[in-house]
């Protein structure tokens, strides 16, 4: 980790704009930490309250130190000018600085599809949302939330179910745990997904926070679902957000007397998409990430370009992800032609890679 990039990320007196105005004004993340104190003040960048709280920020920064801390901890950074970095919220207002994270981080080429919605969910939103988010990751999109309580735990606790890939955007600090009865998917998300943050590790979550977490659930995300919403509230948000950064919202409609479905209601009203069921919203999905279904054919034990290992194999997939070692386990073929056969049969677009060594049945 770069100890003078992540000397500014643990600068939380300025904002994202100022840190990229110092590193322009005098060269580097390097230069900011070195400079004299009247050639911060000629940059003309932080105000004098400001200046004396950076200065004196930086005067007890053990930036080493910091650095060396949070790579015990397992944390990982990435910072605005770094080639990771996702594109998608380059342009977005107010980029982030740096996202810290846990787990795993974003990588390019991902379908993903951000789920949001109420805290005080009702059980109808919750099984709703967790069926759209295994139908999502059997499909190979990935899902990204906020980790609150009710739609948002729905999402992620679907995506885990179904063995895929979810990422929960913090309004906190990553190695923190909010709220903390989510210990369970806490620890889960980071094996098999990753908690990130654009906040400095052990930052407390505090209000304000999460507006500001939103704009990176939907700036990492090709489409948002609003699940459960009142007419005020996080969610909506989020939805509006979405729509500036030229995203598109679909939403799941409820009963005009449901408090928790007026918010729903409303952007559906004004032009969102609206949520029918599993199928509907995976086909709208599809159509928004460019994905196209291949027909199969009728008689897969008659296709001439498989041979016998491979129509073996292709009979065990149905709709779900089956892993490497699960094909082994039915068909009894060492791993080597296992391996060689779902290669095979991907090049022929008849399965393909949902996440690491899981394989779906396209179709």
């Known amino acids: 980790m770069d100890i003078y990039k992540n000397f500014l990320g643990a600068a939380t007196d300025i904002n ?51 650095a060396e801390r949070l790579e015990k ?8 000018d770094e080639d990771e970095f996702p594109d998608e919220l380059v342009m977005i207002d107010d980029a982030p600085y740096v996202l810290y994270y846990l787990g795993h981080f974003p990588q390019a080429g991902e379908k ?39 739609i948002d735990r729905a999402c992620h606790v679907g995506t885990l179910e179904a063995g895929g890939v979810t990422y929960a955007i913090l309004g906190c600090g ?8 989510n210990s369970d998917i806490y620890v889960e998300i980071k094996k098999k997904g990753g908690v990130i943050s654009e906040f400095y590790p052990g930052a407390a979550p505090i209000p304000q926070m999460f507006p500001r977490r939103n704009r990176i659930i939907s700036g990492l995300s090709m489409a948002v679902l609003v699940m459960e919403a009142r007419e005020k509230s996080g969610s909506l948000i989020t939805a509006n957000i979405a729509l500036d950064q030229g995203k598109s919202v679909y939403a799941l409609p409820g009963r005009v007397s449901d408090r928790l ?37 009728a008689d897969i034990q008659k296709a001439p370009l498989l041979d016998q290992n491979e129509k073996v ?13 699960e094909i082994q386990r039915q068909t009894h073929l060492s791993i080597m032609e296992v391996i060689s056969s779902v290669v095979s049969l991907c090049k022929l677009g008849l399965i393909r890679e949902t996440f690491l060594n899981q394989y779906i049945r396209i179709g």
């Open 16 to 66: 994202n704009s100022e840190k990229r105005q110092l590193i322009m004004a005098l060269g580097s993340p390097e230069e900011v930490y070195k400079a004299r104190a009247e050639h911060i003040e000629k940059a003309n960048v932080l105000d004098k309250v400001k200046l004396k709280r950076f200065l004196d920020f930086r005067k007890g920064c053990d930036i080493s130190g910091e």
């Open 73 to 80: 901890m397992e944390i990982g950074a990435v910072f605005f």
């Open 112 to 150: 993903r599809v951000a789920m949001v919605g109420a805290r005080y969910s009702t059980g109808y939103g919750r099984t709703v949302t967790i069926d759209i988010a295994k139908a999502a990751s059997s499909a190979g999109y990935v899902t990204v939330s906020g980790m609150a309580r009710g």
């Open 174 to 181: 990553v190695d923190i745990c909010y709220p903390p009865e």
């Open 261 to 297: 479905s007026s918010g729903c209601n409303l952007i559906i009203s004004q032009g969102a998409g609206i949520i029918t069921g599993r199928e509907q919203i995976m086909a709208e999905l599809d159509n928004l990430s460019g994905y196209k279904h291949i027909p199969l054919p």
């Open 313 to 325: 194999i292709y009979n065990i997939f149905e709709y779900d992800p089956v892993s490497l070692d």
